[in-house]
Nanobody, 115 residues
């Protein structure tokens, strides 16, 4: 069983920055694809960014050039650096770990962008 714990969410003004972290338990982290997803009220969960075990990345068009996903395999942690935040980025952000054995989700962390 893999457990994921997100942190770093909060309230920020438009144009501000936040860094989300997701710490994973277990030994499957380095071989897993890690993803950040988000879900806004009344909307479906959507992919924000993903990073493979080989550190290849993909981003949603809405966050390209503003968000950066990275991973530290020594710490079993994936990060999402979010810059130039907009009100439409407001959502609960979820961390996902996926490999041949697991497809696990964290509990989510709230990000609110408002003045």
């Amino acid at each position: 069983q893999v457990q994921l714990v997100e942190s770093g969410g909060g309230l920020v003004q438009p144009g501000g920055s936040l860094r989300l972290s997701c710490a994973a338990s277990g030994s499957s982290f380095s071989i897993a694809t890690m993803g950040w997803y988000r879900q806004a009220p009344g909307k479906e969960r959507e992919l924000v960014a993903r990073i493979t075990s080989g550190s290849r990345t993909i981003y949603a068009d809405s966050v390209k050039d503003r968000f950066t996903i990275s991973r530290d395999n020594a710490k079993n942690t994936v990060y999402l650096q979010m810059n130039s935040l907009k009100p439409e980025d407001t959502a609960v952000y979820y961390c996902n770990l996926r490999n041949s054995l697991y497809d696990s989700w964290g509990q989510g962390t709230q990000v609110t962008v408002s003045s």
